[in-house]
């Protein structure tokens, strides 16, 4: 799940990408275009109401390609998130 706040005072938008503890096991990032698909710019973490997650902050009018790497090369989609013209999901923000 990917949620979204609104413009902030530094005209920022914060993206949260989510997704329920423990599916799929073991270790996930998101990556995409925003961190160079740099897998360990964005790992999701524990949170206590059982989801992990990672933010990113983005002006608005961004779009955002990515998708999750889990362990062992991994790779997989958001299932609330449409792709784009090719295998990332696309969000614009």
Do not use: C
Request: proline share 8%.
């Amino acid at each position: 799940m990917v949620k979204t706040t609104k413009v902030g005072q530094d005209g920022m938008i914060r993206v949260t990408f989510a997704l329920p503890d423990g599916e799929p096991s073991g270790a996930v990032s998101v990556v995409g275009d925003f961190n160079e698909w740099n897998p360990f710019a964005h790992p999701l973490r524990r949170r206590s109401n059982r989801t992990r997650s990672a933010s990113v902050t983005v002006p608005p009018g961004s779009t955002l390609r990515f998708r999750y790497l889990g362990e062992d090369g991994f790779w997989f989609d958001d299932d609330t998130v449409p792709t784009g013209a090719g295998r990332d999901a696309t969000i614009t923000v």
